[in-house]
């Protein structure tokens, strides 16, 4: 039997104050802290404070800035 | 203030129950263990920036959460249960201590919190959910340019009902960079703009849309240049019955009500002649109907707008139903539209689709 079509979109967020944790669990949070890390729409260096999210594309962890046009962009490109 | 009064009456109470045993632990038990005294403190301590943060991140789910899944529900119901937006929306908090992170391919995780704008947290969920959500079907069947345009309509149909500061932040943040880079939205972006004022959008154009794709979808019809063409002339087709006053001062004559192409049949009665309303007759509403169902028109949509024609619409409906010359596709869409001196006047809508 297929299972059960799902009837919901699980959208995937990390709050603020989770913010330091979850980027230590995936091993990105002392680059960025040392801002060795880019916005891979923008390229503007990224921080605590205008990091916006993360996403997987062809294995690899990608991530981008607060700005609305970068947002815009990952919808886009990615295709999600 | 009487929220204030209720919670420190509420206190009282449980102190009035707990304040024995509390206050022996207080005076009693803590100085007699200082070394687990100063622990749970501590621990006391470390939790209430826990319990605000968690508070904080109900809030925001829950108006998000709460709000786009009551306009999925409204919108599917104005759309005739088609299927534009088959899925809630749910908010999913990545960290939790005891679980690793997890990142699937072509999955985003967005930040939400306190940001400068609030507002920002509602409008990006709202993106990404449409972005994953808005016409699953219809997608390979229409220009990715109106794709796009439809489901930034949507969107804008969706704050509407939300307060200036999101319906600006969403015009000036996203919409306004998304029509730049994509110039071909624009090209749709009018006429669309004014279907949605007109309450024709998730009633007329949208469910047609999604019947339609559901339909090749079954027929196995490949995505092509003509029925994008059709598709193109069908808005137009909206649109000018949208904008009827307009269409008719500048033509003289009513806009076309039937629409008919090699992949496309509809027609659209409009209860809006006075002179019928006036004696409040149906019938010639109700013979467009019948003759164009008849005729093999693959969708009859009968709508009224204001108290008087929305009743002749029901009498319309019933005897379609009565007769069943047509098969209802399920009940009554309802919508709103605004007149120029911003009167919200109640619509109704019905569907109905030739027997195959």
């Not at chain 1, 059960?4 to 680059?31: C, H, M, N, S």
């Not at chain 2, 015009?171 to 090209?187: G, R, S």
């Not at chain 2, 024709?200 to 019947?211: D, G, R, T, Y």
Request: net charge positive.
């Amino acid at each position: 039997m297929l299972p059960k079509e799902k009837k919901q979109i699980r959208i995937k967020a990390v709050y603020d104050t989770d913010l330091e944790p979850f980027l230590e669990k995936l091993g990105l949070l002392e680059d960025l802290k040392n801002g060795k890390l880019k916005c891979s729409v923008c390229a503007c260096e990224l921080s605590l404070t205008n990091f916006g999210g993360v996403y997987k594309q062809n294995g690899q962890l990608k991530l981008f800035c607060q700005k609305s046009e970068c947002y815009l962009e990952v919808l886009k490109t990615k295709g999600c | 203030m009487t929220d204030i009064v209720k919670v420190f009456d509420w206190i009282l109470r449980i102190l009035g129950v707990l304040g024995i045993p509390i206050s022996w632990f207080i005076l009693k038990w803590c100085p007699d263990h200082p070394e687990y005294a100063q622990k749970i403190l501590y621990y006391l301590i470390k939790l209430i920036p826990f319990v605000f943060s968690w508070k904080k991140r109900k809030l925001i789910e829950k108006e998000i959460q709460g709000f786009v899944n009551e306009e999925i529900l409204s919108i599917n119901k104005e759309s005739f249960g088609l299927g534009i937006l088959p899925k809630n929306l749910k908010i999913e908090w990545t960290l939790k201590k005891s679980k690793e992170v997890i990142i699937n391919e072509n999955e985003i995780i967005i930040r939400l919190g306190d940001r400068l704008e609030l507002c920002e947290n509602f409008v990006d969920a709202l993106l990404l959910y449409l972005d994953k959500s808005f016409m699953p079907e219809s997608q390979i069947y229409l220009d990715p340019s109106l794709y796009e345009a439809c489901k930034y309509c949507v969107a804008i149909s969706m704050l509407r009902k939300r307060s200036d500061k999101h319906y600006r932040i969403f015009i000036d943040k996203y919409y306004k960079p998304a029509l730049e880079k994509n110039k071909d939205i624009l090209k749709y972006n009018e006429k669309l703009e004014s279907i949605e004022k007109n309450g024709l959008l998730s009633s007329i154009l949208l469910s047609s849309l999604a019947f339609y794709s559901n339909k090749w979808i079954y027929e196995r019809k490949t995505p092509s240049a003509e029925i994008q063409d059709d598709i193109e002339k069908y808005i137009e087709f909206i649109a000018n019955i949208a904008n009827k006053k307009e269409y008719e001062e500048s033509k003289g004559e009513l806009p076309p009500l039937y629409f008919t192409s090699k992949h496309i049949k509809v027609n659209v009665v409009l209860i809006a002649r006075k002179e019928l309303a006036k004696e409040l007759s149906y019938m010639p509403h109700f013979e467009v109907a019948k003759d164009k169902l008849k005729a093999g028109c693959d969708i009859v949509f009968v709508t009224g707008r204001g108290n008087i024609n929305i009743s002749l619409a029901e009498a319309v409906a019933l005897k379609l139903r009565e007769e069943q010359i047509g098969k209802q596709i399920n009940g009554a869409s309802k919508f709103y539209f605004y007149t120029d001196d911003n009167r919200k006047i109640e619509g109704i809508c019905y569907a109905f689709e030739k027997f195959n």
